[in-house]
């Protein structure tokens, strides 16, 4: 596990679950390339990711706010924490801003998660629920942070720590409907993977079948 004074962010856990290999490109070996979708999102967080905090509804709400996680090598900072006033006194709800529209993945879920155990941890209190805000529908869709999306992100956040602490970054792999919306498919270029490894297999099979041909 990572020592907490060099942490992995957050957001990577996210990246990490969309793809092990983009991760890696991003955290381990520092290459980035912008594009529509990451503008979007930049903008998006560069919006609530401006500090303060205010009362109102039952809920004190703090925006840009740091979190850290010992146990799991994790720090970052939340767009937006509600501490919702309650009978045994406030309880975390953190809210996460993203573009677009809820995805087919669990990403972004995980890098909420990984919020409220940071959340957890720091505060010494249960964090059961969070939500995400999507830009394009403009509403929150809650999250409930059961036994199964705590095992994932967990999961997730040790296997990408060690792969940091390594220096490791996996190979390409193609997958079309994850591909093609990357803004690293350039520095990435999964195509040329697949058919480099396509190519290999041919020769060497090619080369084992001449081998039995021969007398």
């Keep these: 596990m990572a020592a907490l004074d060099d942490p992995v962010p957050i957001s990577a856990l996210q ?13 381990v070996e520092r290459i980035w390339e912008e594009n529509r979708f990451t503008a979007e999102g930049r903008v998006l967080h560069d919006v609530a990711h401006t500090a303060a905090e205010r009362g109102g509804r039952g809920a004190r709400r703090v925006t ?8 799991l090598g994790l720090a970052g900072v939340a767009d937006l924490v509600e501490f919702r006033r309650g009978p045994d006194g ?6 996460e801003y993203k573009r677009g529209k809820p995805k087919a993945h669990r990403a972004d879920e995980v890098q909420l998660c990984a919020q409220a155990l940071c959340l957890e941890e720091m505060t010494g209190r249960p964090v059961p ?15 409930a942070f059961d036994a199964e999306l705590r095992r994932l992100t967990e999961e997730t956040a040790r296997a990408f720590v060690a792969l940091v602490a390594e220096g490791r970054t996996p190979p390409a792999e193609w ?8 803004s690293l498919i350039e520095a990435c270029r999964p195509k040329l993977a697949r058919r480099s490894a396509s190519a290999y297999l041919d020769r060497t099979v090619g080369a084992l079948l001449a081998r039995e041909a021969e007398p």
């Design 175 to 182: 997958r079309a409907d994850r591909c093609r919306a990357c």
């Design 15 to 27: 990246h990490a679950v969309y793809c092990l290999r983009q991760a890696a490109l991003i955290h």
């Design 90 to 95: 406030e309880k975390a709800f953190p809210v």
């Design 64 to 71: 840009a706010l740091p979190l850290a996680s010992t146990r």
């Design 129 to 143: 629920e969070g939500a995400l805000y999507y830009a394009e529908p403009k509403r929150r869709t809650v999250v």
